[in-house]
């Protein structure tokens, strides 16, 4: 039997080497496990595996869970960051949104939203007004007295309902980092890093916002939808510069002013603009679009505007058939100042010139309009269309030259002129120093520069939206505008309101204020005057347009 059992095992090669053999002869002594014991180990002995999978680089697991908490954190805000606070007479919600550029959007339906550049941070202040609640509005209609204490109360809401938007972001955040976490990686410490990671960008982002808060950013909000149609939302530009010092007075009128566009059925008083502060709508380069017509005659009625500023190129091809467009000049509801564009011809300023209401600046020529005294030069060139040849800057600055005469002689007479107006900015900027303002065009898109002798460039943009032009890009021009403040006394720049319309379709309307640095609050009052190259001014200096004595009574 042992030779037959033998027989029935196989014979393997002997092993060549003698350790090999030796061993092989040990094993072979030693008795096998019983078959129970082979097939109970078998079945709990695991299938081999693929090879293990090399773990991700450190840096890699890092930006994983970077991704996952910023992503958490977002969906953590737009799930559960939202909060509810009352402000004054309205009842608002607040939120915190991921963003670039940070701000804060105040959105007001159904009138529209301002924008405000109130900080640099990667989040952005939404804060949407729901409704005005009935009680506390017929409050203020039935005793307006209680408008003089909006501010407290309008700052202690505010206070309020930030503190509770802070909190509650915390949670959002952490939560929603937390939760997507845990989904992602199912381990709770990872989670809790997560968690852990939002509320420290968080916390640095509102560092940031603190470090780089711009309270006077009330000061230059941007309109957009309804609400670009009522200007005296924050109030004109002599309350802007007098009145409105510190960010809770501007937020107070802000919260007065919404209250009485929403209730506009209601006893609440009109507001009444200032009616010391001159207007001045600056357009340019129209290029026979017939809608410009209808919006400068909208804005001169809801602005109240005192005269209207045109830089030229008003036409396309300055023949005698375009001068039928012409026609409504005269019928805007405001002066026209008008000075010659490189698309203007000669017979174009003839018929302008024989217009009521109509004021041609040419050659350095000076006139009073509306109280304020502007002087202008036409454009020297006339180039329709490419078959001619354009003379190029020289030319430009010669009639430049001749302008910058004119307003010397006007200032030696006693009669400083106030605006100095040329098409082209290259001409405009020979008058550096001889007058507080100059106006231009020409460019298509705006420009505002302060001149080294301290005379302020401000270049309009197309308020025909380039004309015919504005069909060959693919998309069309904006429909450009400003309103320029001016006070009646000393005839200086107080603010400015660029109006920007969405092109040929008019879907979207954007009206953005901004003031000079000099008339800022806090900001020390510049001089009276641009200095001249040759000596002060023979006229009597005038009080600063920053200075305590121009606030009205």
């Known amino acids: 039997m042992a030779r037959a059992a033998r027989s029935r095992t196989p014979n393997p090669d002997p092993p060549h080497n003698p350790l090999h053999r030796l061993l092989r002869t040990w094993f072979d002594g030693v008795p096998a496990p019983p078959a129970t014991v082979r097939r109970t180990y078998r079945s709990r002995r695991t299938a081999p595996t693929a090879p293990l999978i090399e773990p991700p680089h450190p840096l890699a697991r890092s930006l994983g869970l970077i991704a996952v908490t910023v992503l958490g954190a977002w969906l953590g805000l737009l799930l559960i960051g939202r909060v509810h606070a009352p402000v004054g007479p309205m009842d608002t919600s607040m939120a915190l949104r991921p963003s670039l550029t940070g701000g804060t959007t105040i959105n007001v339906p159904p009138l529209g939203d301002l924008e405000l550049s109130s900080h640099y941070a990667p989040v952005r202040l939404y804060v949407d007004v729901d409704r005005l609640d009935p009680v506390r509005s017929q409050a203020l209609v039935d005793h307006p007295e209680r408008f003089a204490g909006l501010q407290a109360e309008v700052t202690h809401d505010v206070t309020r309902g930030t503190l509770g938007l802070a909190l509650h972001s915390c949670v959002a955040v952490a939560s929603g980092a937390t939760a997507l976490g845990l989904a992602v990686y199912r381990r709770p410490r990872r989670a809790l890093a997560a968690g852990g990671l939002a509320l420290a960008l968080l916390a640095a982002s509102a560092g940031t916002a603190y470090a780089t808060w711009n309270p006077r950013s009330v000061l230059e909000p941007k309109f957009s939808g309804l609400l670009s149609s009522a200007p005296s939302v924050v109030g004109n530009a002599r309350n802007i510069v007098s009145e409105f010092n510190v960010y809770q007075k501007e937020l107070a009128r802000l919260v007065t002013n919404v209250t009485k566009l929403y209730d506009a059925t209601s006893t609440l008083p009109v507001y009444q603009p200032d009616p010391t502060t001159i207007r001045v709508l600056h357009v340019s380069d129209i290029h026979l679009n017939p809608g410009s017509w209808r919006i400068i005659a909208s804005l001169v009625k809801q602005y109240r505007i005192n005269v209207i500023i045109d830089t030229g190129d008003t036409m396309d091809h300055g023949s005698a058939a375009e001068n039928h467009f012409l026609a409504p000049v005269s019928a805007l509801g405001a002066p026209y100042v008008w000075v010659r564009g490189n698309h203007d011809s000669r017979s174009t300023q003839k018929y302008l010139t024989r217009r009521a209401h109509v004021t041609v600046l040419d050659h350095g020529k000076a006139a009073q309009v509306a109280g304020v005294r502007i002087a202008g030069v036409g454009d020297p060139q006339f180039t329709p269309d490419r078959s001619v040849v354009a003379a190029g800057e020289p030319a430009e600055r010669t009639a430049g030259g001749r302008l910058a005469d004119s307003l010397r002689t006007q200032r030696l007479a006693g009669t400083p002129v106030d605006i100095a107006l040329a098409h082209n900015p290259t001409a405009v900027t020979e008058a550096d120093g001889l007058a507080p303002l100059a106006l231009a065009g020409h460019l298509h898109h705006r420009e505002n520069t302060l001149l080294p002798q301290g005379t302020r460039l401000m270049v309009e943009g197309s308020t025909g939206g380039g004309g015919l032009r504005a069909v060959q890009n693919k998309k069309p021009a904006p429909v450009e505008a400003s309103v320029l403040y001016l006070d009646r006394t000393t005839k200086r720049l ?53 200075s305590p004595s121009d606030s009205p009574r």
Do not use: C, Y
């Open 494 to 546: 107080q603010a400015w309101d660029e109006i920007t319309l969405g092109g040929l379709g008019l879907s979207r309307a954007e009206v953005s204020r901004h003031l000079p640095r000099e008339n800022q609050p806090g900001a020390t009052p510049a001089p009276s005057g641009p200095p001249h190259p040759s000596g002060p001014p023979s006229g009597p200096p005038s009080r600063p347009s920053g």
